[in-house]
């Protein structure tokens, strides 16, 4: 797929090589863990071979989603260069970007609503963002309190070196899962979801709400790939496998086992390999928001 064929989308906000986020702290950590523990995890993941922000909760929808915890803003960094990027890499977030805006735009027009389009922040190594600090080993957030996916482009390096599941298409369905947790927040599903896990008794409880919301976004990222398919023609032969190689390999019971040998459901945060699949794959097959109600049943 040749991405440099479609439109770029100009609600990019380019932070790359602007010195490390501008004077970037971390304030005490994502998704309620402390500095402390986030350095200790994250030299374990790089000992085991793992990418930290498996074991961080990288691509995590909503920062502090554990019970009893809430985000804070923070203070916005400083202003840097809007629109479409000139590297090869950057347009190609963009455009997948401006497809996501083109599909969503219309699946809300249809039921009555308006789409609101989220900003991209690309960055290199850390920057901040309205839930805390991000760093690249945190790999794509989206942070519901200002609207932005966050991404260090070097991620899709990691997905073919570390994780096995290199191509265009599961780079897309990346960003397209990110912004399925930005419609999730448009829709109200988010905001429900944490203070469900404030309200929460145990730690299973509020990760099984945290697997659903990641879920939910798996399947989101299937419509959006349904609609854009039907519209652009995006799809080429060996798309589907990449997209779906690429949710396998992040489940949460690959990944444990590849680093402890065995997995404890209870701790999962983003789901199995097979139900990440089965996510995908149900919106992909049906194009439906309504098929990707993942907090109604068993998932």
């Known amino acids: ?47 085991l071979g793992i990418n930290p922000a498996v ?10 989603m554990g019970a009893g915890s809430a985000p804070q803003q923070q203070a916005a960094p400083r202003t840097a260069p809007q629109g479409a990027p000139k590297d090869e890499l950057g347009r190609f977030a963009a455009a997948v970007l401006a497809q996501t805006e083109d599909v969503w735009t219309e699946l809300f027009r249809a039921e009555g609503k308006t789409y609101q389009d989220p900003k991209l922040v690309l960055f290199s190594g850390a920057t901040r963002s309205a839930c805390g600090g991000a760093q690249s080993a945190m790999g794509p957030f989206y942070c519901p309190l200002d609207q932005k996916v966050y991404l260090d482009l070097s991620f899709f390096q990691e997905m073919k070196s570390r994780f096995k599941a290199p191509g265009d298409f599961a780079a897309a369905y990346v960003i397209a ?17 944490q203070q469900a896990q404030a309200r929460a008794t145990s ?15 798996d399947c989101l990222a299937g419509v ?15 798309d589907v496998e990449e997209a779906l190689n690429a949710a396998s390999a992040i489940g949460d019971d690959r990944l444990q086992k590849q680093s402890q040998g065995y997995a404890v459901p ?5 789901g199995s390999s097979q ?8 919106g992909l097959k ?14």
């Open 55 to 64: 074991l961080i909760g990288g691509l995590e929808a909503i920062n502090g």
């Open 275 to 282: 139900q990440r699949v089965n996510w995908f794959t149900r």
């Open 177 to 193: 899962h990110e912004v399925g947790h930005h419609v999730e927040n448009l829709i109200g599903i988010l905001p429900k979801v």
């Open 203 to 217: 730690r299973a409880e509020a990760n099984n709400l945290s697997v659903r919301v990641e879920l939910m976004a």
């Open 1 to 47: 797929m040749r991405w440099d064929d479609f439109r770029s989308s100009d609600n990019v906000e380019d932070r790359r090589g602007d010195g490390g986020g501008g004077g970037f702290r971390m304030p005490g950590g994502r998704g309620g863990l402390g500095i402390g523990t986030i350095i200790i995890v994250g030299i374990v993941g790089w000992a």
């Open 286 to 299: 049906t194009g439906s928001m309504q098929q990707c109600n993942t907090f109604s049943g068993a998932i």
């Open 224 to 238: 959006w790939a349904y609609h854009a398919n039907a519209r652009f023609r995006i799809l080429e032969p060996g």
């Open 266 to 270: 209870d701790s999962f945060t983003h």
